[in-house]
């Protein structure tokens, strides 16, 4: 069974940071690029926010940048993305997602996870 599970979600005010995780199973982890994408209130699906190949060659989106950081631990199949100096405007239902490596750019994704929660306060 294919399965993208994210974590670290949660509450955080202004200024704050949280690190996000995206653990894979159920298919070859190192044929796929990992994307995050969020789903804001009332907002339109945004991203990939940030993507990582297998060689850890990776790029945010120029709006979050400098801010967030996407990591790879392909021993742990896992993906990260630390989120920093977090705005109300990052509040979002964040999702990784997978697209074969080949595929990467503009590639359809061929798996997702259920999201994790993100709000933050002002």
């Known amino acids: 069974e294919v399965r993208l599970v994210e974590s670290g979600g949660g509450l955080v005010q202004t200024g704050g940071s949280l690190r996000l995780s995206c653990t894979a199973s159920g298919f070859t982890f190192d044929d796929y690029a990992i994307g995050w994408l969020r789903h804001g209130p009332g907002k339109d699906d945004e991203g990939p926010l940030c993507?990582?190949?297998?060689?850890?060659?990776?790029q945010c989106e120029s709006h979050v940048s400098g801010r967030f950081a996407i990591s790879r631990d392909n021993a742990k199949n896992t993906v990260y993305l630390q989120m920093n100096d977090l705005e109300p405007e990052d509040t979002a239902t964040y999702f990784c997602a997978a697209v074969p490596e080949n595929e990467h750019d503009g590639g359809k994704f061929d798996y997702w996870g259920q999201g994790t929660q993100v709000t933050v306060t002002s």
């Open positions: 993507m990582i190949l297998n060689d850890n060659r990776a």
